[in-house]
């Protein structure tokens, strides 16, 4: 054991002698690094110091410094003043909150009210599926006690709860029960609605009318209040000419409706482009004939064109046909010539210019579009018409008031029954089989005229007057009357084409093509009356 502790001994003796050996070196070696290490930081310092290049990359520091504070001054204001403000900002938008809680709260009872008043309409006024989708009087589903009750019942618990009160709204008898009760036809004035806001019946004549366009979305109700127009004006001894491109597509289209009032027609029903614009003429030539005294007739005249945005933007007729149009609505209005003008889109592209639209002197608007509605009135007039519903429409009349009326149902039952009240089997002023611009005389030479004069409260200036177009009757006849007649009792019955073959002038030169109509048509009277024509064509 002596020997192992004094191994132990010796080499912890030598690892003593070993470390001391160390610490002796690195006391030596220590003096020269220190001495070392601090001249080499000297002479670093010494070179910042009296180096150009250095001075200038410190100066350059030393501006980028200053420049970064003077640009972080200005945000540390805003920072500083924004801090300041946010406790103001927290309780503003603290107070926002609670009223848009509030609101809310307050909101939804006015809308669970309005809701239920809602409902409580709706369970009292129910109506057919249809009727939510068009505009057809032909059925009607009146209320039972039972929804009556309900309703009743409800409007007392809402009524309880503070929910506002809603009107009832103002409803219009049917055409039908205006003819039973005497309340329209004659010794009446023309009714035009019932007041949507006093319920009261606005009564006016075609004088606050003149010349008027019927627009509107499809089924809205334009054909049900040319209809009802068309039946009053019938029994007040009106005679017209019907247009309609549709008139053997539907039997809802205008001329299919109005096809019991034939009796009244001057012409028969307009279906094609050229048929339209013979019609249209036709018109133009009577109000041209009154203007110039060649007829002293007061009947009124009235033109009913459907679909006649579509004409005016998509035939070839168009052009001519905006023309005719203005100078009805213009020219020929204070000599009882009227005309309804029905269509759905009224930009000037497809209305015949806003010049026809200007001419206009009325407008009787069902629910459209607003943007389309502005065309044709004014923007607050505009604003109703985009939330009326079926069967009302805006009436701006030729004054320059306006108000929203209910249109009484007129179905074709009732165009029926008005034409069995017609006392006149057929329209004193000659009939056309073939649309012409000018009256068309009968084989005799003398027809024998039927009293058909407007009521004085319908047509204030309307006298007793006879419908009859004065037709002469001259005992001798020209070569050239004889040769029109001929011409025309030979097949040739269109107007452009006799005016072409006898003064070759064509339909599209205006006033002078007017002109040699009116000549035109007098030779084929004269020719005709005399019978020197039919005797030619039978020799």
């Not at 759905?344 to 200007?358: C, E, K, M």
């Not at 030729?398 to 029926?416: C, E, F, H, W, Y």
Request: charged share 20%; proline share 6%; net charge neutral.
């Amino acid at each position: 054991m002596l020997h192992h502790y004094d191994e132990r001994l010796a080499g912890h003796s030598d690892r003593s002698d070993r470390n001391d050996r160390m610490t002796r070196v690195a006391a030596h070696l220590a003096m020269p690094i220190a001495t070392l290490t601090g001249l080499v930081a000297m002479a670093l310092l010494a070179r910042d110091t009296f180096d150009p290049l250095a001075r200038e990359r410190a100066a350059l520091e030393l501006a980028r410094q200053q420049q970064i504070n003077v640009q972080l001054a200005s945000y540390d204001v805003f920072l500083a003043a924004a801090w300041r403000t946010l406790p103001l900002a927290l309780a503003a938008g603290a107070g926002l909150v609670a009223l848009i809680l509030i609101y809310r709260r307050w909101a939804d009872v006015a809308a669970v009210q309005a809701h239920y008043t809602v409902q409580a309409l709706a369970a009292r006024y129910q109506v057919p599926v249809p009727h939510t989708f068009t505009y057809s009087p032909h059925t009607s589903q009146a209320a039972s006690r039972a929804a009556d009750m309900a309703h009743e019942a409800q409007a007392s618990a809402l009524a309880a709860l503070g929910a506002p009160v809603v009107a009832e709204p103002v409803s219009a008898p049917s055409f039908a029960e205006l003819l039973t009760a005497g309340q329209v036809g004659k010794g009446n004035p023309l009714l035009l609605g019932v007041d949507l806001t006093s319920g009261e019946p606005v009564h006016g004549s075609w004088l606050d009318l003149y010349s008027t366009a019927v627009a509107g979305l499809p089924g809205q109700g334009k054909t049900t209040s040319q209809r009802f127009l068309a039946a009053q004006s019938a029994l007040h001894g009106a005679r017209f000419v019907v247009c309609d491109p549709h008139a053997g597509a539907a039997d809802d289209s205008l001329g299919a409706t109005l096809d019991p009032l034939r009796s009244t027609y001057l012409c028969d029903v307009a279906d094609t482009d050229a048929a339209i614009l013979d019609a249209v003429r036709y018109v133009a030539d009577i109000g041209e004939k009154r203007i110039h005294g060649q007829d002293e007739s007061r009947t009124p005249v009235i033109l009913w064109l459907d679909e006649a945005t579509r004409l005016l933007a998509h035939s070839k007729i168009g052009p001519e046909l905006g023309e005719l149009l203005e100078r009805i609505a213009q020219q020929y209005r204070k000599r009882f010539v009227y005309a309804s003008i029905s269509g759905q889109i009224w930009t000037a592209d497809r209305s015949g210019g806003s010049a026809l639209r200007d001419s206009l002197a009325s407008v009787l608007a069902h629910r459209m579009k607003r943007n389309q509605a502005r065309l044709i009135l004014p923007t607050a007039e505009a604003q109703q018409v985009e939330r009326l519903e079926p069967g009302r429409a805006l009436l701006w009349s030729a004054s320059g008031t306006s108000r929203v009326l209910q249109i009484p149902n007129t179905t074709s039952d009732d165009i029926r029954r008005v034409a069995g009240l017609l006392t006149a089997d057929a329209p004193a002023m000659p009939r056309l089989h073939h649309v012409a611009p000018t009256a068309t005389p009968t084989a005799t030479p003398t027809p024998t005229p039927i009293a058909i004069g407007m009521p004085a409260v319908s047509q204030p200036v309307a006298v007793a007057d006879t419908a009859t177009i004065p037709l002469g009757s001259p005992t001798i006849a020209s070569p050239e009357a004889t040769r029109a007649a001929a011409l025309f009792l030979g097949g040739m019955t269109r107007p452009a084409d006799l005016v072409r073959e006898l003064r070759g002038v064509s339909s599209n030169q205006g006033a002078k093509y007017q002109q040699a109509l009116m000549e035109v048509m007098e030779l084929v009277r004269i020719g005709v009356a005399t019978g020197t024509a039919r005797e030619s064509i039978t020799n």
